[in-house]
Structure formats: structure tokens, C-alpha cells
């Protein structure tokens, strides 16, 4: 079955950069016509929540607690998908994830770790 794979987590400090990665496991399988494409995050003992999406056009949209610091981008040449992510602060440590609706459907990958110390 076809999953999201993510890159590019790691442990960074507190104000410094990381910039995540995203494609399909299958390099057949384009995700630039997925309706959106959007970035998860779980930290442990909550709830999955939305970070920001972007749409097959490029509109973007951004969770109130990453505005002015986290960037989501794409290119289509690559079939990718990024988050740009400055400023991080320790409350951004979390698994990361990206996901979009299709037929035929994709699968949740293992998302990317991101830690951050303060």
C-alpha cells in the first residue's frame, strides 16, 4: 500500500531551523494533484492536530500557533511537499506527519520526529 513518507526531523534548539519533507512512497504516485496536502503533528499524549495545508493551487493555510514562523511550500517537478519551520520553540516538539485525501486513498506514513530543546 501506497503511504506519505516524511523526512527531515531532528533534535535542534530552541529559535533554530528545520525544514520537513514530504512524498509518497511510491515514486509513480504524484501527490500534486491531491486536493490538498496537509502537515500533522502529534506530541505525546495529545491529540493530532493540524499545522498548515496547501492546495493543488498554492493557497496556503496556517494553525494560529505557527503563523509568521512555519512556511508550507511544494514542488511539483519533485512531487514534494515542504514545511519550513524557524523559531522553533519546545512546544513544537512533536511527530510530524503530512496527509491528503485522493482515490485511490494514501496511507498515514511513520511521520518525522522533530525535538526541541530549550
Known amino acids: 500500500q501506497v503511504q506519505f513518507v516524511e523526512s527531515g526531523g531532528d533534535l535542534v534548539q530552541a529559535g533554530g531551523s528545520l525544514r520537513l519533507s514530504c512524498a509518497a512512497s511510491?515514486?509513480?504516485?504524484?501527490?500534486?494533484?491531491?486536493?490538498?496536502i496537509g502537515w500533522y503533528r502529534q506530541a505525546p499524549g495529545k491529540q493530532r492536530e493540524l499545522v498548515a495545508t496547501?492546495?493543488?493551487?498554492?493557497?496556503?493555510n496556517y494553525a494560529d500557533f505557527v503563523k509568521g514562523r512555519f512556511a508550507i511550500s511544494r514542488d511539483n517537478a519533485k512531487s514534494t511537499v515542504y514545511l519550513q519551520m524557524n523559531s522553533l520553540k519546545a512546544e513544537d516538539t512533536a511527530v510530524y506527519y503530512c496527509?491528503?485525501?485522493?482515490?485511490?486513498?494514501?496511507?498515514w506514513g511513520q511521520g518525522t520526529q522533530v525535538t526541541v530543546s530549550s
Open positions: 511510491r515514486s509513480t504516485v504524484s501527490i500534486n494533484g491531491f486536493a490538498f
Open positions: 496527509w491528503g485525501p485522493n482515490d485511490p486513498s494514501v496511507s
Open positions: 496547501i492546495t493543488r493551487g498554492g493557497r496556503t
